[in-house]
Every structure is written in structure tokens, then in C-alpha cells.
């Protein structure tokens, strides 16, 4: 054999072995052509690592889902029954007070079980806590109750409570919250906005719900098939849920002033910029209506008139710096002029994301790999 074989022979058997070792494990890569077993039938052989790792044997069943992006995703089907995440928290290694952002902290990351070690001497300000953050979530059940053990668990399936309708839940309130806000503002009874926090406190767990969903999602194909969007749909979903949440708490800001600075805000002399309120929701409904019918040319126009309203409240804004009359209202005004125009500006935001929304649907992939709009 010449030495140009033997070293043709030497770098296949090198290629091989390189091939092999990089199936190793997650995230390891490896190479393995396509064989032909006759009849139109063609089939690929699986790592043996990957194989052993699943606990596989002959005849176990693969489920195989084909991708938007023509990729393949294998996954035995032991794995389609759900497996419970859990987290404990030992209160001795936490720093005081903090259990409530670590309760959180497990619930956004999509623990289903949360287990509380702790000194029986804390169990009051623990059960505080514990309440607080049952409040402010969706789901969860206090399930254990020991001297140094409390366990709760997630009831709600994450799949079963599409995000749409979460979404749409935050937007009535916040809708519903503005309308009051303007009919108190013309003479209404002002105990209308006395549940405006709880308004509030509705759409924040709303928000968690859906920032729990996400990255469940991502981390599960599972909850993506089961709430019919794909991983870049919800992490633009989120960035949604997170301007309604923000505009919600600039809509209660402004509630609180027209409570306390109704007649102040009221004043003959003063042209209040809560007139622009009604400009603003109807914009933001064009938002939402578009989120399903995605009409670029109505998200734009959405988009420019809450940029005017912006630019018109700057001017009024600045008018009233200028005047040389020293007004009570001046400085309610200017919260509440600040605060619109935050609110187009978390509303402009949640126009982006649609258009993001809209572009990832225009995109494809053609046989070469280039992407193009069609």
C-alpha cells in the first residue's frame, strides 16, 4: 500500500474518531451521513451515548417534530410526561427579608414545587411572606405546613392559560382603569378609582404569569406546542406584557392625582393635559386590535399619533414653565403631563414588539440558508 493511501486511511480513521468523541454529550457535535436501506427508506444511526443517557433499549419509541426551520428535534417519549421542577429554599442561607424576591425568583423560572427550611421561631414573618406572594401570583396552593417545613405547589397548568388571553385581561384593566380615571376627572364619583391598586396588583401577577410562561416555553418544546407560539412569539410577548404593566403603573399615578388634585387639575385656566388620555387609549387599542390582525400601516399610524401626543405634551409642558403665573395645579399638571406622555411611550414600545412580531412571520429560509421577505 502507498504511502498516499496510508495517509488517506490514517486521516479518515482520525476524522472518525474526532466525529465520535464530539457526541459525547449536551452540546457536543457530531457528523453522520444518511444510509439508504432500500424501498425509498432512508436512515440515520444515534450516538450511543445519547441512547444510554435516555435509558433507550430496542423497539422504544422516538417522537420526531420537523421544525419552521426544517431542523429535526428527536425526543423519546418517556420525556412527554411531565416531570415536576422543585427548588428549596433554606432560610438559614438566605439573607433576611428576602424570602419574598426568592419566591418570586422560583416562581418566574417555573418552579412547580418550592420547599421552606427555616427556624420554627420565624414561622410568622414566614407565613407573611408566604401569603404575599400567593397574592401576587397565579397558581400556587400552600400544600405543607410544618414546624420547619413549608412546601407549596403549582396547581395551574402552564400550558392551559394561553397568553393571549392574559394579555387581553391586562389591557381591559388598564382600559377599564383610564376610563374611570377620565370619568372621575368630569365629576364622577371618585370612590370609582378606590381599587385601583388591586387593578394594579391584577395586572403585575398577570405580568409574572406570563414571564413564567416564557421561560417555560424556551426551556420546553412541550408548552410551545400547547400554547401554539414559538420561543421568539413569546419573548416578544413578554416585552408586550411588560409595557402594559408599566403603563398601568403610570394610569394609577394618575389616578392618585386626580383623588387628591381634582379641583386643582380642574381649574378653568388650565387646558389639562388628562385630555390627551382618550387620544392615547385609542391608539393603544389600535395596538391591540393589530396584535392579531398585523397591519403594519395601522400599527404605524398608532405609533405616529402617540409620537404627536408626546411632542404636544412637551410643548404644554414647557408653556408652563414659562408662565409667569404661579398656579396651585402647575405641579399635578406636570405629573400628570409626564406620566401620558410615559404612557405613549410604553405604547409606542408595545408597537415595536409588533413589528418585530411581524417581521419574524415574513421571515423564511430558502434551500441555500439566505433568509428573504416574502
Known amino acids: 500500500m502507498g504511502i498516499y493511501s496510508k495517509l488517506h486511511i490514517f486521516y ?10 464530539m457526541a459525547s454529550g449536551p452540546g457536543d457535535t457530531s457528523i453522520r451521513k444518511i444510509q439508504s436501506t432500500g424501498g425509498g427508506t432512508f436512515t440515520l444511526s444515534l450516538p450511543k451515548q445519547w441512547v444510554t443517557s435516555q435509558h433507550l433499549k430496542t423497539s422504544n419509541s422516538i417522537k420526531i417534530d420537523w421544525r419552521p426551520s426544517g431542523a429535526l428535534r428527536l425526543t423519546p417519549l418517556e420525556q412527554e410526561k411531565q416531570s415536576l421542577r422543585t427548588i428549596s429554599l433554606d432560610l438559614g442561607h438566605l439573607p433576611d427579608e428576602s424570602l419574598f424576591d426568592h419566591l418570586m425568583g422560583a416562581y418566574i423560572a417555573g418552579a412547580d414545587v418550592i420547599r421552606i427550611r427555616h427556624n420554627s421561631q ?18 400556587f396552593e400552600l400544600y405543607v405546613e410544618e414546624d420547619q417545613l413549608f412546601e407549596l405547589h403549582c396547581l395551574l397548568n402552564t400550558g392551559d392559560m394561553p397568553i393571549m388571553s392574559s394579555l387581553n385581561r391586562m389591557y381591559l384593566q388598564l382600559s377599564s382603569s383610564v376610563r374611570d380615571i377620565l370619568s372621575v376627572f368630569e365629576g364622577d364619583d371618585p370612590t370609582f378609582l378606590d381599587d385601583l391598586e388591586e387593578r394594579e ?94 397591519d403594519a400601516n395601522r400599527i404605524e399610524e398608532a405609533r405616529t399619533d402617540l409620537k404627536r401626543i408626546q411632542n404636544e405634551l412637551k410643548d404644554h409642558e414647557r408653556n408652563l414653565f414659562q408662565s409667569e403665573k404661579k398656579h396651585s395645579w402647575m405641579l399635578a399638571e406636570l405629573s400628570v403631563s409626564e406620566s401620558i406622555r410615559r404612557l405613549c411611550a410604553y405604547a409606542r414600545d408595545f408597537g415595536e414588539s409588533l413589528i418585530n412580531m411581524n417581521a419574524y412571520k415574513g421571515i423564511r429560509q430558502d434551500v441555500k440558508g439566505v433568509y428573504k421577505n416574502i
Open 201 to 294: 396588583n391584577e395586572v403585575d401577577s398577570l405580568l409574572h404569569l406570563i414571564e413564567r410562561q416564557v421561560r417555560l416555553l424556551i426551556d420546553n418544546y412541550s408548552i410551545a406546542t400547547k400554547l401554539n407560539m414559538t420561543r421568539i412569539q413569546s419573548l416578544e410577548s413578554g416585552n408586550l406584557a411588560r409595557s402594559l404593566e408599566r403603563m398601568m403603573d403610570h394610569a394609577v399615578l394618575i389616578g392618585k392625582n386626580i383623588h387628591e388634585h381634582s379641583s386643582a387639575l380642574g381649574h378653568k385656566e388650565n387646558n389639562s393635559s388628562i385630555r390627551k388620555l382618550g387620544e392615547w387609549q385609542n391608539a393603544l387599542k389600535e395596538l391591540m386590535i393589530n396584535i392579531r390582525i398585523r
Open 122 to 139: 420565624e414561622k410568622r414573618k414566614i407565613s407573611q411572606q408566604i401569603r404575599r406572594f400567593l397574592r401576587a401570583t397565579r397558581g
Open 12 to 21: 479518515i480513521g482520525l476524522l472518525r474518531g474526532f466525529s465520535d468523541s
